[in-house]
């Protein structure tokens, strides 16, 4: 039986919550975090890493846990897991994902209060008897329930950031294993369209002998179980509880059911009506006449052509305008991720990241970038490591003789800047000023009231040394709401200081908003993408920040690490 990574990666996650909420000892707590995390970030086949006996060699895994793989590779379960999921009620580990919701939190809630899920929790803040418990009080009930209606709006709902390498996966495993029955392979649904949170994963082919396909696909190497299987559409569960459901379609009408299942559903209605104008009929089998001809069916580019329209990109089919943009010849060149040429806010071991200034150079070489920005917290954010004044200028020091040494590639010395609660700035002007690139960014004092909130971000951003103002809404999908600010009196602003804003590609930040962005690029503000990594593994998440300026209609002239290293200098100086 083979064991996915993945698999052990979700045992491991769910053993720290389980003994988080027992309140073992956190440093044992923290080795399955750690352990879990080395598996996600793995380069390679767990089992083949593990029979060449390389995965002592990673970091984060020690012989403890190295023993803990073994088991579950030779007898696909751990026994230690399993007894704790008799000890601790599983329902309660859901806790642990609602805003507010610590193991502490949890074992009191349990013990002292009964509560075991969900339910019991909001009847139980609902009753006022959380009151009841030392330190918690009214403004506690009031997060608790907020925090209850975060999750119930995200659950079950995935992360662009998880979704599409899992989409990848599946369509390079499919290719492997039966590539000669696959015409066509593609992603469809919120998926395709790029959306930052997907429900199921849609996977679409084209095939005149389905049989093959679908055996491959409910034998993948991540399937937990089989919900359905048939002909011409299947669904798997994976080892993270994922739903994915593969369709196989004829491939003359590849084309039109790619259009229907990409959907989205208001942009699909203007098509049909659109159709119905012109005395057509559009479903997902094709393009007909009123007499069933067919005209169009198997490519994308030609149902749109039959209805007199441009081939319109995935990512804009939400009826926001896409269409009438289509008739005027107006859609947009939009960007593509090998048009970035740089990242411009990226974490090292100095403060709260994992490599260092070269590693990460070498990898951002690796990608065909042209520079960097090295950008670690700010000294008052300590849980982060923020850097003090000396250390930071230190810093800069150390990056001036690396790029003594650089050829055709610049490291820029920057820092991640605390906004202060009164919007000041977490260096002195004579300390920002030796900086190249000064990010300013909201970590702390998230609950300010919207006025407080808004004034404090544009007092930071008219300080003359600011550039860029970092995950503007300060938003965790699923875990957080963004904080309380007038974005337009921001963006104002962000237009008059020429200010670049940023779309953080964090899977989980995904910040600013497709709406929000597209507002920015009418002002004709610069916007920036940066991973905000924190990790090597973190730089391969630009392309979510790439999908998400598509859906905010940008082309390359709208972001600045779209620039050539000379065009970008020229940019800094403006």
Known sequence: ?????????????????????????????????????????????????????????????????????????????????????????????????????????????????????????????????????????????????????????????????????????????????????????????????????????DILVSSSNSSPIMDAFTYLSFVEEVLAKGKTKSSILTYDGLQIDLRVVSPDSFGAALQYFTGSKSHNINLRERAIRKGLKINEYGVFTQKGEKLAGRNEEDVHASLSLPLIPPELREDRGEIEAGEKGEIPELLKEEGIKGDLHIHTKASDGANSIEELIGRAKQKGYEYIAITDHSTSL??????????????????????????????????????????????????????????????????????????????????????????????????????????????????????WIEINAQPQRLDLADLWIKEAKKRSIKLVINTDAHHLSNLDFMPFGVITARRGWLEKEDVVNALSLSEFLTSLSL
């Open 1 to 201: 039986m083979k064991v996915d990574a993945s698999k052990v990666v979700r045992i491991f996650n769910e053993m720290a919550d389980f003994l988080s909420i027992k309140g073992e000892n956190p440093f044992r707590v923290r080795a399955y975090q750690k352990a879990a995390d080395a598996l996600e970030h793995l380069s390679g086949d767990l089992e083949a890493l593990y029979h060449q006996g390389k995965l002592q060699n990673i970091a984060g895994i020690g012989k403890g846990m190295l023993e803990k793989i073994e088991t579950i590779l030779e007898i696909g379960k751990l026994p230690a897991y399993e007894e704790l999921k008799k000890e601790v009620p599983e329902s309660l580990r859901e806790l642990l994902f609602i805003p507010e919701m610590g193991p502490k939190t949890v074992k009191v809630l349990y013990e002292k209060g009964n509560v075991k899920n969900i339910e019991d929790l909001e009847k139980f803040v609902q009753s006022h008897k959380l009151r009841n418990l030392p330190g918690m009080g009214a403004k506690t009930e009031e997060n608790i329930l907020r925090g209850i209606n975060l999750y119930r709006s995200s659950k079950g709902r995935i992360l662009l950031g998880k979704a599409l390498p899992l989409a990848k996966r599946v369509i390079t495993e499919l290719k492997s294993s039966v590539s000669p029955d696959i015409e066509r392979i593609s992603p469809a649904g919120s998926l395709r369209r790029g959306k930052e949170t997907i429900g199921d994963i």
């Open 382 to 499: 300590k849980i982060a490591g923020g850097l003090s004044e000396d250390r930071l200028l230190q810093q800069i020091n150390h990056e001036e003789g690396i790029n003594s040494r650089l050829k055709g590639f610049k490291v820029f010395a920057g820092s991640e800047v605390d906004i202060r609660k009164d919007g000041s700035l977490d260096y002195p002007d004579e300390v920002l000023k030796k900086l190249d690139i000064v990010i300013a960014a909201v970590h702390t004092s998230l609950k300010q009231d919207k006025k407080t909130m808004t004034d404090r971000v544009i007092k930071a951003l008219c300080n003359p040394f600011v550039r860029i103002f970092a995950h503007p809404t300060g938003r965790l999908l699923g875990e957080r709401e963004a904080y309380s600010i007038d974005l337009d009196k921001v963006l104002q602003v962000a237009q008059e200081k020429n200010i």
